[in-house]
């Protein structure tokens, strides 16, 4: 039964890319950045083999595809971003209710967001299980929305293009991304954490910087 879904799904992936190429990887990152029912890196994988590797495109290819992937992302994100910002935590509430998502996971998440702001959003594009989540407490704790974008395209545009990169070295093998993706997450965590340290350093040093020269102007 589960192997006869796996084949729909894929099926009904190679038809979207056939028929729209780039545009049907945007649409579909849309959806799953909006509602998370669509598999991502799955996705992403057989792009990169599908639309890049069998056309025997060039490497290079696979940072363009990420930008399609990420913009895609953003979109999706936008819309569970002012679905929450606007309709609050009653909207919220049944939508987790609809989707079966864990109102604790949201909870836990809405206090990282609460506590490490931007950088967060940005570690939280590259981690599994929270990526799609991360909009909604950005929403509900009313981040700016430009510095909410900028967080999210970023950490997308990194995700996106790994995996299309994963899928264009892999091949026909672009289907073990799943099974990689366990081993995976340790480093991606690493370099998350890493890079969202470095931001924080960086605008806890603007911050001292803009006081140093407030001051020396009184």
């Not at 490497?59 to 990420?70: C, S």
């Not at 206090?111 to 967060?120: H, I, L, P, Y």
């Not at 603007?206 to 009184?218: H, N, P, Q, R, Y």
Request: glycine share 12%; aromatic share 14%; charged share 15%.
């Amino acid at each position: 039964m589960i192997e006869k879904l796996e084949i729909a799904v894929l099926s009904s992936i190679k038809i979207i890319f056939d028929e729209l190429g780039w545009f049907g990887v945007a649409i579909i990152m849309i959806i799953e950045n909006a509602t998370g029912l669509a598999p991502g890196e799955v996705v992403l994988g057989f792009a990169g083999w599908m639309l890049i590797d069998a056309h025997g495109l060039p490497f290079t290819t696979v940072f363009w595809g990420g930008l399609v992937a990420a913009t895609g992302s953003v979109i999706g994100s936008s819309i569970l971003y002012w679905t929450a910002r606007i309709g609050g935590r009653p909207v919220v509430t049944r939508a987790a209710k609809f989707f079966r998502i864990d109102l604790l996971h949201i909870e836990r998440v809405e206090n990282m967001v609460a506590s490490r702001g931007t950088s967060f959003i940005f570690l939280g594009r590259l981690l599994p299980g929270v990526r799609t989540l991360v909009a909604i407490p950005a929403g509900l704790t009313r981040i700016p929305f430009l510095t909410f974008i900028a967080a999210t395209f970023a950490g997308a545009y990194i995700w996106c293009t790994l995996f299309i990169g994963a899928g264009y070295f892999l091949g026909h093998e672009w289907h073990l991304l799943s099974g990689m993706l366990k081993q995976v997450i340790p480093y991606v965590i690493t370099i998350g954490l890493l890079t969202g340290t470095g931001i924080i350093v960086w605008q806890f040093w603007l911050k001292k910087k803009w006081i140093f020269v407030k001051t020396g102007d009184e």
